[in-house]
């Protein structure tokens, strides 16, 4: 498993992204720590995983990057960093991904 930052377009409806995250068999689990981002956990590459959400975005721009404890710094809590650091312990505690939006979100 490998951690992932994913930054996407104000053009894209956060619940849609939220709800994609939340289905999408290409993510294990994640966490939104800043308006239009999220920090991914996935078992796919970087190319997979741009391909599996470019399927659901279409043509509003996005972009995915690995993040690993070397090429990553900055100010967050120590939870967060718990999916840089260490995806497979944020993937089997879970406890920042959110529900699905329900059926009268927009999407």
Known sequence: MKAYLLSFSALINANHVYAVLNNSNAVDTWVSPFPF??????????????????SHFGEALFMIVEATSWNSSGWLPPEFWEYVNNPQGAWSKNVFK??????????
């Not at 959110?98 to 999407?107: I, N, T, V």
């Open 37 to 54: 981002s999220a920090i991914l956990v996935s078992r796919l590459t970087t190319s997979e995983l741009a391909a599996v959400l470019h």
């Open 98 to 107: 959110l529900p699905a939006p329900s059926s009268h979100d927009s999407l």
